[in-house]
């Protein structure tokens, strides 16, 4: 088998390590065992991050529809399954941009959402009676 010596390879993929551990501090960012060890902890962490991201994300929106809900006179999952008995199919992202920006809209499809709710609980009540 023939002998491999690293030089050039090695010497970059050092270089790519201790650019990435740019700014660590003290040893971190000076020897290469310290920061490949602080470079993989870091990657971990953003890799973690950007799925912890959209959960904050989507519990944001569902606070900001809730607050908005609340103030139609509907909690949050009333107006959820209104909506879907309604057969809007607005994901939570478009409808917090519209509880946001324009109350009109969103007390509208609020109301769409009840009414929905009252054909919905009359049916059912009209086969309950059968």
Not at 57 to 75: F, H, Q, T
Not at 99 to 112: I, K, P, S, W
Request: proline share 2%; net charge positive.
């Amino acid at each position: 088998m023939p002998r491999v010596k690293r030089g050039p390879h090695r010497r970059q993929s050092r270089k790519k390590v201790l650019a990435l551990a740019k700014g660590y501090f003290l040893t971190k960012s000076k020897l290469y065992r310290a920061a490949m060890e602080a470079v993989d902890r870091g990657l971990k962490f953003a890799y973690i991050g950007r799925k912890i991201k959209k959960r904050d994300y989507r519990s944001l929106w569902i606070v900001r529809i809730n607050a908005s809900c609340r103030a139609a006179g509907l909690s949050y999952s009333k107006f959820m399954h209104g909506l879907k008995a309604a057969g809007m199919d607005l994901n939570r992202k478009v409808l917090a941009e519209i509880a946001m920006h324009d109350e009109v809209a969103f007390r509208n499809l609020a109301e769409l959402a009840k009414s929905a709710l009252a054909v919905k609980e009359s049916a059912r009540l009209a086969l309950k009676k059968d």
